[in-house]
C-alpha cells in the first residue's frame, strides 16, 4: 500500500511511502497517524478516486492526500 | 463627477466623449462589453473588419478599496471563435481608467491609412498619435520603452507582433506593477486591437477625479467583511499565495484529469517535474518570489517571479494552464523550457493556453515530436518573425489542424480547450460544450466542485448534477467578471452567502443601489443571455454546443468517455 502527500503536507513529512496494510485500515487510521486533522485534508484520493475518512483500504491501494488547495 | 464613455473612431482619428447612458449605468466589465458588443457590434461582421469594436471596460468595483477588484475586461466578436467574447486580466490599467471615471473605451472603425498608432488617456480625455516607433517590436520592449518616455507609473495595453499581424491568438498585453506583463488572453482580442492598427495605449491617471463611492461607511463594512472572507479561505489565503495556480498539476494527475499528449492520457508521468511543488521549491532557491501581485490590493498572490538558474527573470504569472499547455499537453517535463515558452509568448503577444493547444495539435501533425523543448522555442520565435508556419500556429489549435488535416483537435467553437479532460471531468464538458466565449474553462470553472472539494461535491465522472453546476457556475461568473473582482475571490464566494452578499453590498454602497444575491445571479443570466443571442445571430446553433467527436474514445486511467446526448447538453440553456 502507498501513500502519497502533497503541497504543505509533505513540510516534515514525506512525498511518497509504502505503508504497512493491515485489515481494516482505513482512510481517517492513515490521517490520524500522519497528524493531519480531517478538516485540514481537502481532497482524498484512493486509487484516483475521491474517497471519505471511513473508507476501508485495500493492499494494493494508493492513497493521496491533499490539504485544501485551488488554482484555475 | 458623472463615469464617462470613450468612443474612438479609428477611420476618421476622433475621439468623442460621451455620457454613460442609462441602462449601462448598473454595468462593469464583461456585463458592459457584452451589453456594448451585442447592441453595437453586427453579429455577422468580420472581426477584423469595419464594423467589429474593442470595448475596454474596468470592472464595477474596480479602483475602490475591495481586494481583488483591480480587473480589466476587453470585449469585441472574437477572430478566433466567431463568437462574442470577454477576456479578463490584472494589471494596473483598470484602477486607473476607473480613477480617471472612464466607464469603457469603445474603439471602432479602421484607418485608411497603412501605420500604427498609439492612443494616451489621461485627465483630460484620450489622444491618437500616429506612432510607427514600436511597430514589429516585442511587448517586453514595448513596455520598457513606453516607461522611459512617460515614467514608470504608466498603465500600458499593448500587442505584439502577433497582434499586429492579426493572427486569431494574439492577445492583449496589461502592465502589471512591476513593469512586467499580464494578458488579455484569450480570443484573439490582439488581432482586433492590431485591425484597429493601434500598437498601444499608455493610462495616466494623475489628477484624475477619482472614485464616487455614495455611502462610504457601508462599503468600509462591506468591504471589510469581503477582505476577511477571502483571507480566511484556505485557498484563497494561503495555497494559492505560496503554490501559485500550478498547485493543481499533482492534484489532477492524481484523479486521472491531466490531459497529456493531446487529450491521449489523463496522466503524466512527468507531472511531478512541473507540479506547483517543484514551482515553489525552484523559484526560492532561485531567489525569485512565489507571491507576486498582479494589481494593488490583491491578497491571494497567486502570481510570482520566476528566474532561471543565474537567478535572472524569465516569466511572471506562470500559470497552471500554461504549464500543463507545454508540459503534460505536450509531454515535457522541463519547467525552464516551459518558462521560457512563457516568456516568448508574452513578448510575441500570444495566449499561452490557445498555443499550447496549436503545439500539441502540432505535434500530432508530426511538424515536431511529443516532448521537444528546444522545438517548441523554435516554432514560437516563428510566430514572432511571422514565418507561414508561425502564423498557421498564430492562428491556433483548429487552424493548425485544418492546415494538417488532424482530427484529434480539442477546440469547441474554435477556442482550444484548457487543462481538464471534459471525459474524467464531466462538469468541466459541459462548460467547454456551451460557455458563449468557446471552449473556456474560466466560464464555469467546475473544477472547485468536481475535485478539490471546495463549494460541495459532484462526482466528476458521473454525468448527473453537472448541467446545473456548470449553469450555476457561468451564471455566477458572468456576474463576479463584470465586477472587476479576480476568479479567485470565487473559492470563498462559491463558499459562503455572507460573503456573495458582502460583494453585493459593496456593489450597493458604491453605486447608491440595494440589490439582493437574486438580483446578483439574474445579472448574470442575463449577461449570459445576451452574449448567446448575439452569438445565435451570428450563426451559431446549438449544434455547436458540441465536443470534438474523438472525445468518445476512453481516456485512461478511469477510461472514461465523453457520453452527454445532445439533448443534455441543450438541457444547459433552460433557465
Redesign the interface.
Known amino acids: 500500500m502507498k501513500v502519497?502527500l502533497?503541497?504543505?503536507f509533505?513540510d516534515g513529512r514525506f512525498?511518497e511511502k509504502e505503508w504497512g496494510y493491515f485489515d481494516g485500515i482505513t482512510v481517517g487510521s492513515i490521517l490520524e497517524a500522519l497528524n493531519i486533522n480531517k478538516k485540514e485534508a481537502?481532497?482524498l484520493?484512493v486509487n484516483?478516486?475521491?474517497a471519505e475518512t471511513n473508507y476501508r483500504l485495500g493492499k494494493g491501494d494508493t492513497l493521496?492526500l491533499?490539504?485544501?488547495?485551488?488554482?484555475? | 463627477m458623472p463615469d464617462k464613455i470613450y468612443r474612438i473612431n479609428m477611420t476618421d482619428l476622433k475621439v468623442t466623449n460621451e455620457e454613460v447612458p442609462e441602462q449601462w449605468k448598473g454595468l462593469g466589465g464583461r456585463g458592459l462589453t457584452s451589453t456594448i458588443v451585442a447592441q453595437e457590434v453586427k453579429p455577422t461582421c468580420h472581426p477584423l473588419g469595419k464594423y467589429n469594436k474593442l470595448i475596454i471596460a474596468p470592472g464595477l468595483l474596480t479602483g475602490t478599496a475591495a481586494v481583488n477588484s483591480g480587473r480589466l475586461s476587453a470585449g469585441a466578436k472574437s477572430p478566433l471563435t466567431g463568437t462574442i467574447k470577454e477576456s479578463n486580466a490584472g494589471g494596473t490599467a483598470a484602477q486607473f481608467f476607473a480613477r480617471l471615471g472612464i466607464k469603457a473605451l469603445i474603439i471602432e472603425g479602421l484607418p485608411q491609412k497603412d501605420t500604427f498608432y498609439s492612443l494616451h488617456v489621461d485627465k483630460s480625455g484620450v489622444t491618437i498619435q500616429e506612432d510607427t516607433e514600436f511597430a514589429g517590436k516585442g511587448n517586453y520592449e514595448v513596455m520598457q520603452m513606453v516607461q522611459k518616455k512617460y515614467g514608470e507609473k504608466i498603465g500600458i495595453l499593448s500587442i505584439g507582433p502577433a497582434g499586429e499581424m492579426r493572427m486569431a491568438a494574439a492577445n492583449i498585453s496589461v502592465k502589471d506593477p512591476d513593469g512586467t506583463i499580464r494578458s488579455l488572453g484569450r480570443g484573439g482580442l490582439g488581432a482586433v486591437m492590431g485591425s484597429k492598427k493601434i500598437k498601444f495605449i499608455t493610462i495616466d491617471d494623475t489628477d484624475g477625479p477619482g472614485v464616487q463611492i455614495a455611502d462610504p461607511e457601508k462599503f468600509k463594512t462591506a468591504s471589510r467583511t469581503f477582505a476577511k472572507g477571502v483571507i480566511a479561505h484556505p485557498v484563497s489565503g494561503e495555497s494559492l499565495k505560496l503554490y501559485g495556480t500550478d498547485v493543481l498539476v499533482n492534484i489532477l494527475n492524481e484523479a486521472g484529469g491531466l490531459p497529456t499528449e493531446n487529450f491521449r492520457y489523463g496522466q503524466f508521468p512527468g507531472h511531478e517535474k512541473i507540479s506547483g511543488e517543484t514551482v515553489y521549491e525552484t523559484i526560492l532557491s532561485r531567489k525569485g518570489n512565489p507571491s507576486h501581485i498582479c494589481h494593488r490590493g490583491c491578497v491571494i498572490r497567486c502570481s510570482q517571479v520566476y528566474n532561471d538558474k543565474n537567478g535572472n527573470y524569465v516569466t511572471s504569472g506562470f500559470e497552471y494552464e500554461t504549464i500543463w499547455g507545454f508540459g503534460a499537453n505536450c509531454n515535457i517535463d522541463d519547467l525552464d523550457i516551459i518558462a521560457e515558452a512563457d516568456h516568448v509568448m508574452d513578448d510575441v503577444g500570444v495566449d499561452s493556453i490557445e498555443t499550447g493547444v496549436a503545439m500539441g495539435v502540432a505535434m500530432e501533425a508530426g511538424i515536431i515530436p511529443f516532448g521537444d523543448g528546444a522545438g517548441v522555442l523554435r516554432l514560437l520565435k516563428e510566430i514572432g518573425t511571422g514565418t507561414p508556419l508561425g502564423r498557421i500556429l498564430g492562428s491556433g489549435a483548429e487552424g493548425v489542424g485544418k492546415t494538417y488535416g488532424i482530427t484529434r483537435v480539442p477546440v469547441v467553437k474554435g477556442q482550444g480547450l484548457s487543462a481538464y479532460d471534459p471525459r474524467s471531468i464531466k462538469g468541466m464538458g459541459i462548460t467547454y460544450a456551451t460557455s458563449t466565449m468557446g471552449s473556456d474553462h474560466t466560464a464555469g470553472y467546475c473544477v472547485p466542485v468536481n475535485i478539490l472539494n471546495v463549494g460541495g461535491f459532484v462526482d466528476p465522472l458521473k454525468k448527473e448534477g453537472q448541467v446545473e453546476l456548470s449553469r450555476r457556475l457561468q451564471i455566477g461568473t458572468a456576474l463576479l467578471d463584470s465586477t472587476g473582482l479576480c476568479l479567485f475571490v470565487a473559492f470563498s464566494v462559491l463558499d459562503n452567502l455572507d460573503l456573495f452578499q458582502a460583494m453585493m453590498d459593496m456593489i450597493n454602497a458604491k453605486y447608491g443601489l440595494s440589490m439582493t444575491i437574486d438580483n446578483g445571479r439574474a445579472l448574470g443570466r442575463k449577461i449570459l443571455r445576451t452574449e448567446h443571442e448575439f452569438n445565435l445571430a451570428a450563426g451559431f446553433t446549438n449544434k455547436d454546443d458540441r465536443l470534438p467527436e474523438f472525445f468518445e474514445e476512453p481516456v485512461p486511467p478511469h477510461n472514461a468517455v465523453w457520453d452527454f446526448t445532445d439533448e443534455e447538453i441543450d438541457s444547459f440553456w433552460n433557465f
Open positions: 502519497k502533497f503541497a504543505a509533505r512525498k481537502g481532497v484520493l484516483s478516486r475521491h493521496s491533499f490539504p485544501v488547495i485551488g488554482g484555475g
